[in-house]
């Protein structure tokens, strides 16, 4: 069964989580605050979805992610700030 809805704070409780695989799933958006809690979080795959949207501020509190591979998505439009906070972000996948 595949992952469709990510509710905010589903994730408040893995404070200690370093990579997060959710490739190859049927999520559709990434909700404000949605990854709350993943502070330690450095590599986070959401390949191979149908994200159309991401709210701002989606990634705000994730400090220490290095890699985030958004590829092969339906994304139509980046919102103003949607990469906020991401300061050490190395890796960027968008492609299709």
């Given at each position: 069964?595949?992952?469709?809805i990510l509710t905010t704070d589903c994730f408040k409780n893995l404070?200690?989580?370093k990579i997060l695989?959710?490739?190859d799933n049927n999520i559709e958006r990434l909700e404000r605050n949605m990854f709350n809690g993943l502070f330690?979080?450095?590599?986070?795959?959401?390949a191979y979805n149908s994200i159309k949207y991401m709210d701002s501020n989606s990634f705000i509190l994730?400090?220490?992610l290095g890699e985030l591979d958004l590829s092969n998505n339906r994304i139509v439009n980046?919102?103003?700030k949607v990469f906020?906070?991401?300061d050490k972000l190395e890796k960027l996948?968008?492609?299709e």
């Amino acid at each position: 069964m595949k992952i469709k809805i990510l509710t905010t704070d589903c994730f408040k409780n893995l404070n200690c989580l370093k990579i997060l695989n959710l490739r190859d799933n049927n999520i559709e958006r990434l909700e404000r605050n949605m990854f709350n809690g993943l502070f330690k979080l450095e590599t986070l795959y959401l390949a191979y979805n149908s994200i159309k949207y991401m709210d701002s501020n989606s990634f705000i509190l994730m400090k220490k992610l290095g890699e985030l591979d958004l590829s092969n998505n339906r994304i139509v439009n980046l919102e103003n700030k949607v990469f906020c906070g991401l300061d050490k972000l190395e890796k960027l996948l968008l492609n299709e």
